[in-house]
């Protein structure tokens, strides 16, 4: 069984920074790959970013390529979204997620098993 949970949303202005983190604890953590989604009201659920279990193989959402960044540190469990220049759009809850999803579904929120409560993100304009 795997737990998450998400810290470090909040309120900020267009072209501000925030960073997300997403504590993990359970077993075979280390070997899953970890995701960050979205969701804003009325739209479906979003891939957003990804990183493999090596740390090193990253995915990202094109909208937010170039201002987000993804890593986990294996050592402490730990899952960060580093979000810079944040615009409107970037308004969601974000989740963080845990699986094992094959390289070409690695978007795919149903390929997660393991979910986060959530952290609200609201980028004001």
């Known amino acids: 069984q795997v737990q998450l949970a998400e810290s470090g949303g909040g309120l900020v202005q267009a072209g501000g920074s925030l960073r997300l983190s997403c504590a993990a604890s359970?077993?075979?953590?280390?070997?899953?790959?970890l995701g960050w989604f979205r969701q804003a009201p009325g739209n479906k659920r979003e891939f957003v970013a990804a990183?493999?279990?090596?740390?090193?193989?990253?995915y990202y959402l094109p909208s937010v390529k170039g201002r987000f960044t993804v890593s986990r540190d294996n050592d402490k469990n730990l899952l960060l979204l580093q979000m810079n220049s944040l615009k409107p759009e970037d308004t969601a809850v974000y989740y963080c997620?845990?699986?094992?999803?094959?390289?070409?579904?690695?978007?795919?929120?149903?390929?997660?098993?393991?979910w986060g409560q959530g952290t609200q993100v609201t980028v004001s304009s």
């Open positions: 359970g077993r075979g953590l280390t070997s899953n790959t």
């Open positions: 997620a845990a699986g094992p999803p094959p390289i070409e579904r690695i978007l795919e929120g149903d390929e997660y098993g393991f």
């Open positions: 990183v493999r279990w090596n740390g090193h193989s990253k």
